[in-house]
T-cell receptor
Framework: DTAVSQTPKYLVTQMGNDKSIKCEQN?????MYWYKQDSKKFLKIMFS???????INETVPNRFSPKSPDKAHLNLHINSLELGDSAVYFC?????????????FGPGTRLTVT | AQTVTQSQPEMSVQEAETVTLSCTYD???????LFWYKQPPSRQMILVIR??????QNATENRFSVNFQKAAKSFSLKISDSQLGDAAMYFC??????????????FGEGTQLTVNP
């Protein structure tokens, strides 16, 4: 039983292309996140959604557009891919209530832009 | 803004020995949560242990325990009886308790732990 799943796990594409990463969680959580892990392994928040509403939108180029069709899904679409977009992208989810605030992560999507 | 610092980029330990990973953080808030996550070569992020700032008692999970010093803003992780499977990148993370939903995790730079047989 996969709690937080992402597809694809690996994505290799050329500069200028548009690509999407999908995320689904079956934990019944109401909040989902996208994090980016760069080549130095540093993790940073990009977006978060609560019940399909955008809560956090960090300083991310507007080529990145998250979409939450329902509270179990949060997809990330990236337009006009650049070399610097190469990274591992993690989806996570949480149920933010008293005594229940851990974030559970998906397996990550390694994006390589050539 | 909160910051999290892990001053040890790499650490190593002999199997069955004990190792402590350091983490300090900077915040003006009084209520927050702290976490240690483990990232093995599979790159899956695994929650190891959590600590609520309002609790004075240090959290413990089997061989993993923390030393939480709120005044010093320090949150170290102790791994006892180290096993080969403990080899991984370990991240310290901070979460504000002020926001009730969608609160971000702020991560440290990570400490790469090697376990020698």
């Amino acid at each position: 039983d996969t709690a937080v799943s992402q597809t694809p796990k690996y994505l290799v594409t050329q500069m200028g292309n548009d690509k999407s990463i999908k995320c689904e969680q079956n934990l019944g959580h109401d909040t989902m996140y996208w994090y980016k892990q760069d080549s130095k392994k540093f993790l940073k928040i990009m977006f978060s959604y609560n019940n399909k509403e955008l809560i956090i939108n960090e300083t991310v180029p507007n080529r990145f557009s998250p979409k939450s069709p329902d509270k179990a899904h949060l997809n990330l679409h990236i337009n006009s891919l650049e070399l610097g977009d190469s990274a591992v992208y993690f989806c996570a989810s949480s149920q933010d209530r008293a005594n229940s605030y851990e974030q559970y992560f998906g397996p990550g999507t390694r994006l390589t832009v050539t | 803004a909160q910051t999290v610092t892990q001053s040890q980029p790499e650490m190593s330990v002999q199997e069955a020995e004990t190792v402590t990973l350091s983490c300090t953080y900077d915040t003006s808030e009084s209520d927050y949560y702290l976490f240690w996550y483990k990232q093995p070569p599979s790159r899956q992020m695994i929650l190891v242990i959590r600590q609520e700032a309002y609790k004075q008692q240090n959290a413990t999970e089997n061989r993993f325990s923390v030393n939480f010093q709120k005044a010093a803003k320090s949150f170290s992780l102790k791994i006892s009886d180290s096993q080969l499977g403990d080899a991984a990148m370990y991240f310290c993370a901070y979460r504000s308790a002020r926001e009730t939903s969608g609160s971000r995790l702020t991560f440290g730079e990570g400490t790469q732990l090697t376990v020698n047989p």
